[in-house]
């Protein structure tokens, strides 16, 4: 069975944050983003250019080549590669290849010792560690959820971090000047 949401389109997801504009009243949360390891991913302002992230969404494949899983896609007529270790130096979130990705449901539940609020273990495992500033290989769960995303072909698939792997191809990159603007999922994704 479909369900139909109803979403919000004024919110902005998948943007930078500007942590000067940010209330008084989440000062503190600003000043741990800031000093935390995802600070250079979530605060660089990036155009997000409307026809880069068009084309990228319909040429995405998901493939593997010399053991390496990746995801290519051509944009402009360049082919753009996304690999679990182009996220992790592209998006500078200090993390390596070994680090742990798994907890078990305990763990998570402990540290976050309220309850459980609905992500998947994977993203609460990454909340966790990110707030205990602990090793987890954030990398490999953007790239894994990337990765299903593509195999998919589903619309919603981080757009500012992949403006910015683009970019770190291809600097100068023609495009039409359109800015792109999130579009709220696809109803299939609600099935």
């Known amino acids: 069975m479909v369900k139909n949401i109803e979403w919000d389109k004024t919110l902005k997801q998948n943007q930078f944050i500007k942590l000067e504009e940010v209330l008084k009243d989440f000062e503190d949360v600003a000043r741990w983003i800031q000093s935390s390891r995802i600070s250079f991913a979530v605060q660089t302002e990036v155009p997000i250019?409307?026809?880069?992230?068009q084309e990228f969404l319909q040429t995405t494949k998901a493939e593997t080549v010399n053991k390496i899983r990746r995801i290519s896609a051509t944009v402009r007529n360049k082919e753009?590669?996304?690999?679990?270790?182009?996220?992790?130096?592209?998006?500078?979130?200090?993390?390596?290849?070994?680090?742990?990705?798994?907890?078990?449901?305990?763990?998570i539940l402990d540290g976050f010792r309220g309850g459980y609020d609905g992500?998947?273990?994977?993203?609460?495992?990454?909340?966790?560690?990110?707030?205990l500033n602990q090793k987890f290989n954030l990398s490999v769960?953007?790239?894994?959820?990337?990765?299903?995303?593509?195999?998919?072909?589903?619309?919603?698939?981080?757009?500012?971090?992949?403006?910015?792997?683009?970019n770190d191809q291809y600097s100068t990159l023609s495009h039409d000047g359109g800015l792109y603007t999130f579009h709220v999922p696809t109803i299939r994704q609600y099935t």
């Not at 250019?49 to 992230?53: K, S």
């Open 49 to 53: 250019y409307r026809i880069h992230i």
């Open 80 to 107: 753009v590669i996304v690999t679990e270790e182009r996220i992790r130096t592209v998006l500078k979130l200090g993390d390596n290849a070994e680090d742990p990705i798994n907890l078990n449901k305990d763990d």
């Open 119 to 131: 992500l998947n273990l994977e993203w609460s495992g990454a909340m966790l560690n990110l707030c």
């Open 141 to 166: 769960l953007i790239f894994n959820n990337m990765l299903e995303n593509a195999r998919g072909h589903t619309l919603a698939m981080y757009p500012i971090f992949i403006q910015m792997l683009i």
